[in-house]
């Protein structure tokens, strides 16, 4: 049972425009949640965090809304950037707990 | 910065072999995970260990085993491997203050 879910296994976007990649969750005890990218041949780095009493959160290019009744986040990235391609994974914790779920995830392609 | 290392990057094993893979950080962080990747289904947790000695079962712990001699040091091992266990094996760590994982760089298993 996925309870991190990300519906679209690929997005691809025009260099400069907005990418937004969605993730949906069904565990409503999620305390936190985090977005990682991967690059080929590399392990996933941390992009982005959003705690579960905020609904946005934001770091330069990179923003996460957070969507609580909805068990929705996003990840907006503005402008995009060639160097933005990899496949972006959600991931979603409890505070009480250690471990971590993912989503499948959604590779981003930028085009030039 | 965190340093998570993994044993190798590629590993090729035939079937019933025992197989070790072996993760070493250097940012004496707590936590220690082992993570598959495939695709279409993201990160799956397989253990994780909160201490030395310490383990927990994820996800999808079956054919796995895992051993925390030294808090620096966290071991997968497929006791039997099977070709179902072709996969691509990341181990990540956290610390006590955040919920950020560092990912090692994985390492991809085919198992003929």
């Known amino acids: 049972d996925q309870q991190v879910k990300q519906n679209s296994p690929s997005l691809s976007v025009q260099e400069g425009r907005i990418s937004i990649l969605n993730c949906d969750y069904t565990?409503?005890?999620?305390?936190?949640f985090l977005w990682y990218k991967k690059y080929p041949a590399e392990g996933p780095t941390f992009l982005i965090s959003?705690?579960?009493?905020?609904d946005k959160n934001e770091d330069g290019r990179f923003t996460v809304f957070l969507n609580k009744s909805a068990k929705h986040l996003s990840l907006h990235i503005v402008p995009s950037q060639p160097g933005d391609s990899a496949v972006y994974f959600c991931?979603?914790?409890?505070?009480?707990?250690?471990?971590?779920?993912f989503g499948a995830g959604t590779r981003l392609t930028v085009k030039p | 910065d965190v340093k998570v290392t993994q044993s190798s990057r590629y590993l090729v094993k035939r079937t019933g072999e025992k197989v070790f893979l072996e993760c070493v950080q250097d940012?004496?962080?707590?936590?220690m995970f082992w993570y598959r990747q495939d695709p279409g289904l993201g990160l799956r947790l397989i253990y994780f260990?909160?201490?030395?000695?310490?383990?927990e079962k994820g996800d999808i712990p079956e054919g796995y085993s895992v051993s925390r001699e030294k808090k620096e040091r966290f071991s997968l091992i497929l006791e039997s491997a099977s070709t179902n266990q072709t996969s691509m094996y990341l181990c990540?760590?956290?610390?006590?203050?955040?919920?950020?994982?560092?990912f090692g760089p994985g390492t991809r298993l085919t198992v003929t």
């Open positions: 991931a979603a914790g409890e505070y009480n707990n250690n471990d971590m779920r």
């Open positions: 565990n409503s005890m999620f305390d936190y």
């Open positions: 959003i705690s579960s009493i905020k």
């Open positions: 940012m004496d962080h707590e936590n």
């Open positions: 260990s909160y201490d030395v000695k310490m383990k």
């Open positions: 990540a760590t956290m610390g006590l203050d955040s919920y950020e994982q560092y």
